[in-house]
């Protein structure tokens, strides 16, 4: 198929900004992954993002860090937990 190139490309530079994560930081760290993971297991962008964003808000929770979560990211985790309590509801 002629989109299989395109698609390889794309992974290869979503692949490349790896090295840029801190894998130390495991509030860093974890969403990247997991966000990376999703993707490629849902095949759908935006549930990667979801993933990412309610890994970021778990892992800062976990760790105690909860003042670090911006009010504006708070509401839009729970929007994207709410969306995926509704579609499992379905």
């Avoid at 992974?11 to 990376?36: N, R, Y």
């Avoid at 003042?67 to 509801?89: Q, R, W």
């Amino acid at each position: 198929q002629a989109l299989a190139p395109a698609l390889i490309l794309v992974g290869i530079m979503m692949m490349s900004t790896f090295k840029e994560i801190e894998w130390e930081d495991l509030s860093q760290a974890v969403p990247a992954f997991m966000a990376s993971i999703v993707m490629g297991f849902v095949y759908n962008i935006s549930y990667g993002i979801a993933a990412g964003f309610i890994f970021y808000c778990l892992i800062k929770l976990i760790t105690g860090k909860v003042k670090e979560i911006h009010p504006v990211l708070a509401i839009v985790t729970i929007g994207f937990i709410l969306n995926f309590v509704i579609l499992a509801s379905l």
